[in-house]
């Protein structure tokens, strides 16, 4: 009697499961068709892809070098080159950003550099295309060649 009722219930089980994979197979196709379709796919705004530097249209960005980034940056992904240069305005020396090198190979898009920026100098891109043949290849330096450090705009106060 026992095995009679396990035969049916096993039956049963197996309908069960026919059922699911003929839903599936009659309903709309939901998954991505990548690489095909590269140039459709638009990931989330907030999808941490990369880190970059913006640059305006006079090729300057927000980074003054200062190095909290790489301070806080938990596997030392990113390296803050500085060097000296003579202000010209006012004759002395300053520090200037020489090279902004990033390691997207360690990097784990925790965001705590750009969250600790105190100037919103780097931010997330949404490429997430990022293999390469070689480790090399994925450090990336961000300030673009002859870049140069954008003035900040003074805030007018209201008399
Ligand atoms: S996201 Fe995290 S691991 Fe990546 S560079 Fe920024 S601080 Fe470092
Ligand atoms: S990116 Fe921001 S925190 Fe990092 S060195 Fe430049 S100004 Fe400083």
Redesign the pocket.
């Known amino acids: 009697m026992r095995d009679i009722r396990e035969f049916f219930l096993g039956i049963w089980h197996l309908l069960q499961g026919m059922y699911v994979v003929m839903l599936n197979f009659i309903r709309p196709k939901v998954t991505e068709q990548y690489p095909e379709n590269r140039g459709k796919v638009f990931p989330a705004e907030r999808m941490r892809g990369e880190l970059v530097?913006p640059h305006n249209e006079a090729n300057q960005h927000?980074?003054?070098?200062?190095?909290?980034?790489?301070i806080n940056c938990p596997n030392g992904t990113?390296q803050?080159i500085s060097k000296k240069e003579v202000d010209g305005a006012t004759g002395k020396e300053k520090k200037v950003?020489d090279r902004?090198l990033y390691d997207v190979g360690s990097c784990t898009f925790c965001s705590v550099?750009t969250i600790?920026?105190?100037?919103?100098?780097?931010e997330w891109s949404r490429n997430f295309e990022h293999a390469m043949f070689t480790r090399a290849k994925l450090v990336q330096r961000l300030n673009k060649e002859g870049s140069s450090l954008a003035k900040k705009e003074k805030v007018e106060k209201e008399s």
């Open positions: 530097m927000k980074c003054t070098a200062c190095g909290i980034c790489e990113i803050v950003l902004y550099c600790s920026c105190p100037q919103d100098a780097i």
